[in-house]
């Protein structure tokens, strides 16, 4: 539409937004493995002042409908996803029930909500949910992720992690950690499990919650201010792994995106998360970049840079990928652009 | 569709903030109703002053300091002689401002614009009055002045015999160079609308609020243009190469089949677009749909609207007053103004401060939304949001037509 209607205050990637979300809906997406203390978390974060106005998506595995009524009497509204797990047999339901949020909220038939937040089953895998907002398509364009919260309970947390991979890739792609029911365990038991969480997923901050009580604000800050979402390297078993790309200097978008489109057409079913901020040749705020297996979120250039860091930092969190494939493709493509 | 009163839907209204962050609010000392002259004047002591139009009387007009925009402090509020007339309009450029004087009947005093040195903004100093008055004339409704030289308003004069007692006001250009001593330079009326004019006069609208001019905006990216709304007459884009001699370019029109009041004309020069708003008159949304519209502009002689700006469900807000679009932020054409061809923002009464992303213009979209709660004492039980400018610093000023004075907001998208 630029080509038609041209803009100098546009940028290639249209307009600059002033945050990664821009005016999308915010989502929060609350994994933890079954009884972490997920619902008892949201409950009392819709009890509060910064909970107000936000409709609550609950899948539920099993015991249909006990965690929705626990959560309806606060939500703006409640949406309850039942038959099986989100991230594979309702995903379709997801989809389905945003979409409706959204056309009610239009029609007027459900309150102006401001956010949106889901809570998922515990067996789920956070990927194929994340991929649901990743394209205009599936829903990108309406809303954004802002964060991906993972609750862990102090007591069985560990044995979980264990005992289950859904457990483990749910910490691992997690922008935040909250480490429930501390009370009830050791000191000791707490520190080993939060020990292990951070060599799981350094990038994650590590909140605590004492019966569902954290700062409202970390239910819902938007996971780039982490400071620590670019910390590098991390091995997690299950073949899971991630590093951080980074580079000085400005980037050609044309290198770049050539080669994210290579390595997805290679291997983009084990590229779990990706995400970054680019310097962009040409650009004068960073490009934010996000991708989730084959799926590619718009890229978005912001106003500003967040810090005084300009460099360019991409975070790969991969599948059986080794960090050195990707970072040979980058260089090839670079080398192959000379 | 269920009637109004029997729709579950018009149950649905309620304040909503979406993507605005509200600053502060001030009710400007109890007369916080205000109109649609809204301008930003950084004072010689450096102080940023934004001075507000009220809507009708007492109050004339009020100067707020909002230097910090999280506390406002009214530092300037006037009276206007009598009760039958309002301010309505004005505009500074520097320290020079223009107010216009629209009066309820025609042939009261006073009727025109009154410059005034503003700088000091606590004291205004009338410089001088342009009388606009007459036998057929109710004055000055809104004015346009930016570039220290000239004002465009839509105005009256005492020797113009309209066709029709409601198409009273024309485009006048008056040339302040002097500003002591304006002196108009140049005018236009829509044909048919003058005693004496060669052609008949218009046909009536079902919703008759006359042929006649609003606003009268030129930028400097083309001084040789006016951009004209004319009420019941749709817009015209005017050649004022020679101020003497304006001469109509193009036309366009969206009544019939909608219900006229076609207000503002805003160019976005470098995209080719033109933004063409509605002004919703009729409580209780009885003239909906009252639109912004997108034009697309690549050829000023034949413009083609190519998309609207989407407005909620109207029977949620038929409630309760005027919902429906009125003025946007006009890229002012100072320093002191926010410019932007991305993203419009508009006020729609109860519809309160809505902004849209044009950046495809076939598809505006929804983006920010700022509907407060009914000020104290609102007499509609909604806010009535009137009027928006934005600063250069990108602060968003919105005021209620009502009594809830000054919103200031930051924009968060």
Same mark, same amino acid.
């Given at each position: 539409m630029l080509d038609l209607f041209p803009s100098r205050e546009a940028s290639p990637f249209g307009r600059r937004l002033k945050r990664e979300r821009g005016a999308r809906i915010p989502v929060t997406v609350v994994t933890g493995f079954l009884g972490a203390g997920k619902t008892t978390l949201i409950r009392r974060f819709l009890k509060s002042p910064e909970g107000h106005g936000t409709a609550v998506i609950v899948n539920e595995f099993g015991a249909v409908g006990i965690d929705d009524a626990l959560v309806r009497d606060s939500a703006e509204e409640t949406v309850l996803l039942g038959n099986g797990c989100l991230c594979c047999i309702t995903?379709?339901?997801?989809?389905?029930?945003?979409?409706?949020?959204?056309?009610?909220? =239009?029609?007027?038939?459900?309150?102006?909500?401001?956010?949106?937040?889901? =809570?998922?089953?515990?067996?789920?895998?956070?990927?194929?949910?994340?991929?649901?907002?990743?394209?205009?398509?599936?829903?990108?364009? =309406?809303?954004?992720?802002d964060v991906v919260l993972t609750v862990v309970d102090a007591v069985n947390g560990e044995a979980a992690l264990a005992n289950a991979a859904e457990a483990r890739k749910q910490v691992i792609l997690a922008d935040r950690l909250i480490i429930s029911k501390t009370d009830l365990a050791t000191p000791a038991v707490v520190e080993t499990l939060t020990r292990r969480l951070q060599r799981l997923n350094p990038r994650a901050t590590i909140d605590v919650a004492v019966a569902g009580a954290l700062d409202p604000n970390r239910m819902i800050e938007p996971a780039t201010r982490e400071r620590s979402s670019f910390i590098a390297e991390a091995e997690h078993g299950d073949g899971i792994a991630s590093f951080v790309m980074e580079r000085e200097g400005p980037v050609s978008w044309a290198d770049f995106s050539r080669a994210m489109e290579t390595l997805i057409a290679l291997r983009g079913p084990d590229l779990l998360r990706v995400k970054g901020l680019l310097d962009v040749a040409g650009c004068r705020g960073p490009v934010v970049v996000q991708y989730v297996q084959h799926l590619a979120h718009p890229p978005v250039e912001l106003d500003s840079w967040p810090d005084e860091n300009r460099m360019s930092r991409v975070v790969f969190i991969t599948r059986n990928i080794p960090e050195r494939q990707i970072r040979d493709l980058f260089a090839a493509v670079q080398a192959l652009a000379k | 569709m269920n009637a109004p009163d029997k729709n579950p839907l018009t149950n649905g209204y309620q304040p909503v903030t979406w993507n605005f962050k509200l600053l502060a609010n001030d009710m400007l000392g109890g007369f916080g109703g205000m109109g649609e002259g809204m301008s930003v004047q950084i004072a010689p002591d450096g102080r940023r002053i934004i001075w507000l139009a009220h809507e009708s009387a007492p109050k004339n007009f009020t100067a707020v300091d909002v230097s910090d925009p999280r506390k406002p402090k009214v530092v300037c509020?006037?009276?206007?002689?009598?009760?039958?007339?309002?301010?309505?309009?004005? !505009? @500074?450029?520097?320290?020079?401002?223009?107010?216009?004087?629209?009066?309820?009947?025609?042939?009261?005093?006073?009727?025109?614009?009154e410059l005034f040195d503003i700088s000091k903004p606590e004291n205004p100093k009338s410089i001088s009055f342009f009388d606009c008055s007459g036998p057929h004339s109710r004055g000055v409704h809104q004015l346009w002045f930016c570039d220290g030289e000239y004002v465009h308003c839509a105005s009256g004069s005492r020797d113009f015999v309209p066709t029709n007692p409601g198409d009273d006001q024309?485009?006048?250009?008056?040339?302040?160079?002097? $500003?002591?001593?304006?002196?108009?330079?140049?005018?236009?009326?829509?044909?048919?609308?003058?005693?004496?004019?060669?052609?008949?006069?218009?046909?009536?609208?079902?919703?008759?609020?006359?042929?006649?001019?609003?606003?009268?905006?030129?930028? $400097?990216?083309?001084?040789?243009?006016?951009?004209?709304?004319?009420?019941?007459?749709?817009?015209?884009?005017?050649?004022?190469?020679?101020?003497?001699?304006?001469?109509?370019?193009?036309?366009?029109?969206?009544?019939?089949?909608?219900?006229?009041?076609?207000? @503002?004309?805003?160019?976005?020069? %470098?995209?080719?677009?033109?933004?063409?708003? %509605?002004?919703?008159? !009729?409580?209780?949304?009885?003239?909906?749909?009252?639109?912004?519209?997108?034009?697309?502009?690549?050829?000023?002689?034949?413009?083609?609207s190519i998309s609207t700006c989407p407005l909620p469900d109207h029977r949620i807000y038929a409630?309760?007053?005027?919902?429906?679009?009125?003025?946007?932020? !006009?890229?002012?054409?100072?320093?002191?103004?926010?410019?932007?061809?991305?993203?419009?923002? /508009?006020?729609?009464?109860?519809? /309160?401060?809505?902004?849209?992303?044009?950046?495809?213009?076939?598809?505006?979209?929804?983006? /920010?939304?700022?509907?407060? $709660?009914?000020?104290? /004492?609102?007499?509609?039980g909604t806010i009535q949001m009137n009027d928006v400018f934005v600063d250069e610093r990108a602060v968003v000023y919105t005021v209620d037509r009502h009594i809830g004075g000054l919103y200031i907001l930051e924009m968060d998208f």
């Open positions: 995903r379709t339901d997801l989809q389905a029930a945003l979409r409706r949020l959204i056309f009610d909220r =239009e029609r007027g038939t459900a309150p102006p909500f401001a956010r949106v937040l889901i =809570e998922t089953s515990g067996l789920a895998d956070p990927a194929p949910i994340l991929q649901t907002f990743s394209t205009d398509r599936a829903l990108g364009g =309406e809303f954004h992720i | 509020q006037t009276d206007l002689p009598h009760a039958n007339m309002r301010s309505n309009s004005l !505009e @500074t450029c520097g320290n020079l401002m223009a107010v216009a004087y629209q009066t309820s009947k025609k042939d009261l005093q006073p009727a025109g614009f024309f485009y006048r250009c008056v040339d302040v160079r002097n $500003p002591s001593k304006p002196v108009e330079v140049g005018r236009w009326w829509m044909p048919g609308t003058r005693q004496g004019d060669n052609v008949m006069p218009p046909t009536r609208h079902p919703i008759d609020k006359g042929f006649r001019a609003h606003n009268t905006n030129v930028y $400097p990216q083309r001084p040789d243009r006016c951009y004209l709304a004319y009420i019941d007459g749709g817009m015209f884009v005017l050649d004022i190469s020679d101020k003497a001699n304006p001469k109509k370019v193009s036309q366009w029109t969206n009544s019939p089949p909608y219900t006229g009041f076609m207000h @503002t004309v805003v160019p976005l020069f %470098d995209r080719g677009l033109m933004l063409v708003t %509605d002004e919703s008159t !009729e409580n209780n949304a009885k003239d909906w749909p009252k639109l912004i519209w997108v034009l697309d502009a690549r050829d000023e002689s034949n413009l083609v409630a309760a007053g005027r919902f429906g679009a009125h003025n946007i932020h !006009e890229n002012v054409p100072l320093q002191t103004a926010w410019h932007s061809d991305q993203i419009v923002l /508009g006020t729609f009464f109860n519809g /309160g401060l809505r902004a849209y992303d044009i950046s495809n213009p076939y598809q505006p979209k929804e983006i /920010g939304v700022f509907m407060p $709660p009914a000020p104290p /004492g609102a007499p509609t």
